[in-house]
């Protein structure tokens, strides 16, 4: 081994290892200096505050950690409700501005501009406070259907009352089970007899019927829970029974939606022009229609350039839902980052599992969109 | 291979001294906070991010209240004017860190005395410069006229990361009422929200609904309710481990108070002087050597009751005069009824 080749790299070593090791040196000394502890046991203490809004129970009894859950779900259901509609919308727009009809290419192109050049935190001030404006008091609002009702203390909709709810659950997955079983065989039968299944329309009757056995023999019962009008004081409603969805998470999930949309709108668009003309004519030339040529030759190679740019969109929504901390959704930042940290007062431990946890968020989703992007690239053959 | 040896020693050498450093200068003995003020020639002062009364600042950046005069205080006493301060406004949820990172030297931030925070997480209160307690701002026409008219389902606004929180959650639990809590980072969006009809209270400290409720855009609309729910000593914070510098702002606050206790106002403070009460010239510095124990001079108390006025002119200047809270309550001296109560300076 040539010595001149390793020192440099020992030396690198050494000098990442006094680096950290002064940081974490200067960091503990000056900790003990103000008598701040280090450690992770009060992640088991009573938090002894509430949050508004949590999908699993929760109150100021239960630990800092389950404290920590429940911001952490709040983060995900709005980042999920978020791709979704970002992916929906961005679809919808990205192929209008492909459209040969002016109005629509216009339309879509003053949307992505307008929504994508305005600060995302305006954004979600603005959707939070024009809602709050704009919706109206629980006593002045109109059901819709007789069974929602969107007030300016949030969407409140109607809830399933379930008996035996696992037995439903379970008709569900032994219909999926049997889908898949379907599908495989569907397929060995077409590679060797040449004989195609009607595979969807079995699929369909098969997630329709077994859940409705379920209900005829299996005890399952559901009934309608309708949120009911309840007075507080002589200026004061609310609403009873049923799902309340805070005003907080709809703003949120619709301002990131909408903003992310435009740039998921601008790799669809980029990735269907990506698609050289050629194809499109050959597809056209064999008498495909054109939807057939979007969904058999355009899509499948549009996928390929589509994908790598809406991961890191799908990446920035899932980061920029710490801005709920604004106004006042329960997420991770605000519940365990804000108030939690406040009672603690443990900065470093707090602040270093809320990194991480959005560093596993962003990874979990990567490798997801990387296993999908390896599955829809080129196959050699 | 003789080249990369003595490049080896040089980096060795100065990990050494920087370790040494700071080694070094975590031993001095003297205040480090009192002599890096002294340097910079200003107060560090972490305040709020805008509370009438309290602190605020107004269109050209001036800012008022009593926290800030505590600052102000200290500048005068250490520095000789009661204007070298730099504040640094501070979300709730900032104002420790701020602190504790050495951003600010005192945090002077409607900020409530408690057990854990004083022992725990490396801070020091010195002293209390206002006795509040947590009370509800209601509707009027909501008939809403005591805490015991709240039912299950009341939506309460409030901020993040404030004793307030958890008050809240002690007095619904004991009152056995379910109750749902949105809680907002910054104040203007607490107000902005239960404005427009997000929630059926607004809950803070009873100062902070007094002084919040001039931004509604209908004041006469709302009331304040009777009870308060929680003790909220509020009072400047140091870090820990400055003993000089915590006595430092400890006894400008003292003398704010004790000043008023005796009469001397900044118009009168001069002529103080020559009293025939030996407590009063030990106040204005002419009587006794107390300066020197605090590495001061013997003008320093004179000097923050001239520039910033004693309790009571802070407190009718800021808190009476703007209409806030004319009524002192507990806030007035042990002498006339109130619990400001501070230890002599002698």
């Known amino acids: 081994m040539n010595i001149k080749k390793i020192l440099p790299q020992l030396l690198t070593l050494l000098v990442v290892i006094l680096v950290f090791g002064f940081f974490s040196y200067n960091a503990q000394i000056n900790m003990e200096n103000r008598g701040i502890t280090f450690g992770y046991g009060f992640l088991s203490q009573e938090s002894s505050f509430d949050v508004q809004f949590s999908l699993i129970e929760y109150d100021g009894s239960h630990s800092y950690f389950r404290a920590y859950l429940v911001g952490l779900l709040n983060t995900i259901l709005v980042s999920v409700i978020g791709i979704i509609f970002a992916t929906i919308i961005g679809v919808v727009v990205g192929i209008a501005r492909l459209s040969n009809n002016y109005l629509i290419e216009r339309t879509a192109a003053i949307y992505v501009e307008f929504f994508r050049n305005i600060p995302l935190l305006l954004q979600i001030f603005f959707w939070y406070f024009a809602a709050l404006r704009a919706l109206p008091l629980p006593q002045d609002t109109e059901p819709m259907f007789g069974v929602f009702f969107l007030t300016i203390k949030g969407f409140f909709v109607p809830a399933f009352v379930w008996n035996n709810l696992d037995i439903f659950i379970y008709s569900i997955i032994a219909a999926i089970i049997s889908i898949i079983f379907i599908r495989i065989y569907a397929k060995r039968k077409q590679e060797n007899e040449g004989i195609q299944t009607p595979v969807l329309s079995i699929s369909i009757g098969l997630l329709l019927i077994l859940p409705v056995l379920s209900f005829l023999f299996g005890g399952v019962d559901a009934s309608i829970e309708v949120p009911v009008i309840k007075q507080l004081s002589q200026s004061g409603f609310t609403y009873e029974g049923g799902i309340k969805l805070p005003p907080e998470l709809i703003s949120l999930a619709l301002a990131l939606s909408l903003y992310t949309a435009t740039f998921i709108a601008e790799c669809v668009r980029a990735g269907v022009q990506g698609v050289s003309k050629g194809q499109k004519e050959a597809a056209a030339s064999i008498g495909l229609t054109p939807n057939q040529v979007l969904k058999l030759v355009v899509m499948p190679q549009a996928l390929r350039i589509i994908i790598p740019p809406t991961t890191n969109q799908y990446l920035n929504l899932t980061k920029n839902s710490s801005l709920a901390a604004a106004i006042a959704y329960p997420d991770l930042v605000l519940v365990f980052a804000g108030t939690a940290l406040m009672q603690t007062g443990r900065a470093i431990e707090i602040v270093s599992i809320t990194m991480l946890t959005y560093l596993s968020l962003s990874i979990s989703i990567s490798v997801f969109m990387n296993w999908y992007n390896k599955k829809i690239a080129i196959k050699e053959k | ?346």
């Open chain 2, 1 to 346: 291979m003789f080249k990369y040896l003595k490049q080896l020693t040089s980096l060795v050498a100065m990990v050494a001294v920087l370790f040494t450093f700071t080694t070094e200068t975590m031993a001095a003995k003297k205040s480090k906070t009192l002599k890096n003020t002294q340097k910079k020639g200003f107060v560090r002062c972490g305040v709020s991010q805008g509370l009438p009364g309290f602190s605020n600042a107004d269109a050209a950046g001036n800012w008022t209240g009593v926290d800030v005069d505590v600052c102000r205080a200290v500048a005068a006493a250490v520095l000789g004017d009661a204007n070298k301060v730099k504040f640094t406004p501070l979300s709730a949820k900032e104002r420790f860190t701020a602190l504790t990172s050495n951003e600010i030297d005192i945090l002077s931030r409607n900020t409530t005395w408690t057990l854990s925070r004083d022992a725990d997480i490396g801070l020091t209160f010195v002293g209390v410069n206002f006795y509040d307690g947590q009370g509800f701002m209601v509707r009027k026409n909501s008939g809403i006229s005591s805490v015991n008219d709240f039912k299950a389902g009341v939506s309460a606004c409030t901020n993040l990361g404030t004793t307030t929180e958890l008050n809240m959650r002690d007095f619904f639990n004991s009152k056995g009422i379910q109750y749902e809590p949105v809680t907002f980072e910054k104040a203007d969006e607490v107000v902005a929200a239960y404005d427009a009809g997000r929630c059926d209270t607004y809950t803070t400290d009873k100062s902070g609904l007094a002084a919040q409720r001039i931004k509604l855009s209908n004041p006469d609309d709302h009331i304040v309710l009777p009870e308060t729910i929680s003790k909220e000593p509020l009072g400047p914070v140091v870090r820990q481990g400055d003993s000089v510098w915590e006595d430092i702002v400890r006894w400008s606050l003292n003398t704010m108070i004790e000043a008023e206790e005796y009469g001397v106002t900044s118009a009168n403070a001069d002529s103080m002087k020559t009293s025939d009460n030996p407590a009063v010239k030990r106040l204005v510095g002419a009587e006794g050597e107390l300066g020197a124990a605090l590495g001061l001079d013997n003008e320093w108390s004179l000097r923050i009751i001239k520039q910033v006025g004693n309790y009571g002119e802070s407190y009718k200047r800021n808190i009476a005069d703007t209409g806030i809270l004319p009524d002192r309550g507990p806030n007035e001296l042990w002498t006339k009824g109130g619990i400001l109560y501070v230890p002599p300076a002698r």
